[in-house]
């Protein structure tokens, strides 16, 4: 008997009217209390990357990435911004695609799996027992990616919004990239294209597209303060890997000419160490040379009658100060004056 074919998860459709549910989400709308589906509410940024791989179900290759934004809207007054948003990013595949997206992936450590153990990693990212709102830009490839999973939602979300969508609200006519809209609204960014830098920039320009609709409307709140300081927070910098690998050869490159060190014979050593005394000699001889040469300068600027005939090398007198500073003494004492002539 033929085993039944299994009948694909239901594609969840993407929420109407995003921005007034974005609104009221993050209590920014007139409405003096929330829609019962919106209190307690979880937000989730998701991206994928290798988004057709994963459609394809990894039959030609297994190079992907799952990543997560996560803001807890409960916590908007109680943690600073920085600490707001948690990201976290996902990799499958070869050890070089992985290893290529760990070194760009901004908000910590790559974390590998395997596709058959992608769908339990995003229901373990998806509280149960929250309401949760899913956001993506262009998330419609998201929710196909993960009908392409079978992913099942077993409780399902009170929203799914999407950033291009209201942004289409906020100003009019929008088809632009999440880079373009991170441009427009002054958001900072850096290597995107890795799925968890992706979730995180998203979810920053989904608090300030909401700010900035706010702001058109002269609407005045404490929380359009917190969302562009979560939304403009410093994002960790980015050390490109060729600079890491280089600094890890010289590290090498040091140890090892240490440990070639203790390998040469004594007499290479003794003619290394005579080379190093000879270059110090020369370099305290030269610091010498300069400093007669500007004493030679201040003798001849302050004139050869304050300088002892005999003096050769200049030095401190019998009264305990130098004749530099005898000439000095004497040019502040009234009763100091020069030789006619």
Not at 8 to 28: A, C, F, N
Not at 126 to 139: A, E, K, S, T, Y
Request: hydrophobic share 40%; net charge neutral.
């Amino acid at each position: 008997m033929e085993e039944p074919e299994a009948v694909p998860s239901i594609l969840p459709s993407i929420t109407r009217h995003g921005l007034s549910i974005l609104l009221e989400l993050l209590w920014l709308s007139h409405s003096v209390s929330k829609s019962p589906g919106l209190n307690d509410t979880v937000i989730i940024a998701i991206d994928f990357e290798g988004i057709n791989t994963v459609k394809s179900g990894f039959t030609q290759k297994e190079n992907s990435q799952v990543g997560f934004a996560i803001l807890d809207t409960k916590e908007l007054r109680q943690v600073p911004p920085e600490k707001l948003i948690s990201t976290l990013n996902f990799a499958t595949g070869s050890s070089s695609y992985v290893a290529k997206a760990s070194n760009k992936f901004l908000f910590g450590e790559t974390i590998t799996i395997q596709p058959s153990s992608m769908v339990q990693t995003i229901q373990s990212h998806i509280p149960q027992d929250r309401n949760v709102v899913l956001v993506g830009h262009g998330i419609l490839n998201e929710l196909q990616a993960l009908q392409a999973l079978g992913f099942e939602f077993k409780r399902p979300p009170s929203g799914i919004l999407d950033t291009s969508r209201i942004a289409n609200e906020v100003f009019q006519i929008w088809a632009g990239s999440l880079g373009d809209l991170l441009g427009v609204l002054g958001c900072p960014f850096n290597r995107l294209h890795v799925a968890g830098n992706d979730a995180n920039f998203t979810l920053r320009a989904l608090l300030l597209v909401a700010a900035k609709w706010c702001i058109s409307q002269h609407q005045d709140d404490e929380v359009l303060d917190i969302l562009r300081d979560i939304s403009t927070c410093p994002i960790p910098p980015y050390v490109d890997p060729e600079i890491k690998a280089a600094e890890r050869r010289e590290k090498r490159l040091v140890r090892s000419r240490k440990h070639q060190s203790k390998l040469w014979s004594k007499e290479k050593q003794n003619q290394i160490r005579a080379a190093r005394e000879t270059r110090r000699r020369e370099h305290i001889l030269a610091l010498k040379s300069l400093e007669a040469g500007a004493m030679m300068v201040a003798q001849e600027e302050h004139g050869s009658h304050s300088i002892p005939s005999t003096a050769t090398t200049p030095g401190p007198t019998s009264t305990g100060h130098h004749p530099l500073m005898r000439v000095a003494i004497h040019r502040d004492d009234p009763s100091f004056s020069r030789p006619s002539g």
